[in-house]
């Protein structure tokens, strides 16, 4: 097991796919957003799937679960990319899934415009000024904060990167829903699926799922709410699914 890992990494189980990831306290570990946005997207059964600020590979390796798809994760720090390169060896699944080590505002030069049949991401959700903890990792910062990417730019890389028709996913804050659609509607990205996640019932939302299509018709449906705790504080049925798999 130790040719796999460094420093302080560890082997997470995913449970539900059966397959395992890397992680590290102090440099990354993925968020139920990873898992919330790779259950939400529409998947095609087989083509082409592009993820933008992948992290350590957890989006790819949850979608290699759903689809027969190629899938290309590009994430922009050299360490988290390490760690996603090894998690897709370790569980067999370089055919698959390839990592590209970039900015994502380059993507669609380097990977090709208009060629992808989906598109997820989850940017960083805070603004660069809003930094405040000076203690918090550089790798966390940079995927937390607007550092290197902005929400606008996010946007338009994965419009570039969609093919007409092609459907595009994001998980963000709901504070942030109309500069979302806003960007979405500038790039050629109709919204059109839109869920909103609560920590618990009597509680305001803290989570956002929307999925647009390129050129597609106008017609936004909302989902049905989800909650992620019960009255117990224990995961609700829906949520518990997700993580574990269906018993």
């Avoid at 799937?49 to 994760?73: E, H, M, Q, W, Y």
């Avoid at 806003?182 to 956002?208: C, D, F, Q, S, V």
């Avoid at 018709?217 to 009255?231: M, N, S």
Wanted: proline share 5%.
């Amino acid at each position: 097991m130790s040719e796999w890992l460094k420093d302080d990494e560890r082997l997470d189980y995913l449970l539900a796919e059966d397959l395992r990831i890397i992680q590290s306290p102090s440099v990354f570990s993925f968020s139920l957003d990873a898992v919330l946005l790779s259950r939400f997207v529409s998947v095609p059964k087989r083509g082409s799937v592009v993820d933008l600020c992948s992290g350590n590979g957890v989006i790819p390796l949850f979608l290699s679960a759903r689809t027969k798809a190629k899938i290309i994760g590009v994430e922009i720090q050299p360490r988290l990319y390490d760690m996603a390169c090894r998690s897709v060896a370790y569980n067999k699944l370089t055919e698959r899934i390839e990592m590209k080590l970039g900015d994502v505002k380059a993507a669609p030069d380097t990977l090709g415009i208009e060629k992808y049949d989906a598109v997820t991401c989850n940017p960083p959700y805070f603004l660069a000024h809003e930094l405040s903890d000076k203690n918090v990792s550089e790798h966390y910062a940079i995927a937390r904060h607007e550092i290197h990417l902005t929400l606008d730019e996010a946007i338009y890389s994965t419009s570039r990167l969609l093919k007409q028709g092609g459907k595009a996913a994001f998980v963000h804050r709901p504070e942030r829903l109309l500069d979302i659609v806003t960007a979405m509607r500038a790039n050629r990205l109709e919204p059109k699926r839109m869920r909103l996640i609560y920590p618990k019932h009597g509680k305001e939302a803290n989570t956002l799922l929307i999925e647009g299509i390129k050129d597609g018709k106008p017609g936004l449906k909302i989902l049905p709410p989800l909650f992620v705790y019960d009255e117990h504080n224990e995961y609700t049925a829906e949520v518990s699914a997700m993580l574990y798999g269906k018993e």
